[in-house]
């Protein structure tokens, strides 16, 4: 296992185009988060699947996002109509959770995250 | 709501000495406590969790404190050396899915 993939690792766009990320957590993982982070500050919490099922959105995660997860595996983040706002990096993290107790009882484990440059 | 500040934002030390990092957070009902290093463009590696049962865990020259009736926690760097430059988090688990972050100490420490 080679840990949390993400990809691109780098995407420039124009305003007003759409762009999608993905990431592969680890295998065993059953928690999936996206995060968004902006220069200075520590990540911000997007939103979260328990395996195939979106559980929470934040309030930052305007009608212009969208995740999945389709199969339970991996998860695709899709901006569309991306403004300059949206420029910051995108991080996926992953956590193995005991199903039932509600609770996060797993360490998050990090990809490299994706960077987004909105023109 | 919980709140999580660490102080001090950044940090310049010579080689070789020990140094501690200091992480507060507002409501002491927490789930876990993790501790994060990030490099320049990266994500965050994980470097020391502890559970809110526990008062401290050690990983190498890394030691994480845990006091959850104060709303602190610490971690301590031994002997520091040049690659241990980086930005620290703390992150603080309120239980199910949240995880509030920090904005961290970026660390320079000096050849």
């Known amino acids: 296992d080679t840990g949390v993939s993400q990809n691109p690792r780098h995407k420039i766009t124009k305003r007003g185009q759409n762009v999608t990320f993905r990431c592969d957590p680890i295998s065993e993982h059953n928690r999936l988060y996206w995060y968004r982070q902006t220069l200075g500050q520590g990540p911000e919490f997007l939103t979260y699947f328990q395996n195939e099922a979106q559980l929470e959105k934040s309030r930052l995660l305007s009608d212009r996002f969208s995740a999945e997860r389709p199969k339970g595996s991996f998860s695709t983040l899709e901006i569309q109509r991306t403004e300059q706002g949206d420029s910051a990096m995108y991080l996926c993290?992953?956590?193995?959770?005991?199903?039932?107790?509600?609770?996060?009882?797993?360490?998050?484990?990090f990809g490299e995250g994706s960077r987004l440059t909105v023109l | 709501k919980q709140e999580v500040t660490q102080i001090p934002a950044a940090l310049s030390v010579p080689e070789g000495e020990n140094l501690v990092l200091n992480c507060s957070f507002t409501?002491?009902?927490?789930?876990?406590l993790q501790w994060f290093r990030q490099d320049p463009g990266k994500g965050l590696t994980s470097l020391l969790l502890i559970q809110s049962s526990q008062r401290e865990q050690t990983s190498g020259r890394l030691n994480a404190s845990l006091d959850k009736s104060s709303g602190r926690s610490t971690l301590y760097i031994a002997a520091s050396q040049p690659g241990d430059s980086a930005t620290y988090l703390c992150?603080?688990?309120?239980?199910?899915?949240?995880?509030?972050f920090g904005a961290g100490t970026r660390l320079f420490v000096k050849a």
């Open positions: 993290a992953s956590s193995f959770n005991l199903i039932g107790t509600g609770e996060s009882t797993g360490e998050l484990f």
């Open positions: 409501d002491s009902a927490i789930y876990n």
């Open positions: 992150a603080v688990n309120t239980g199910g899915f949240k995880t509030i």
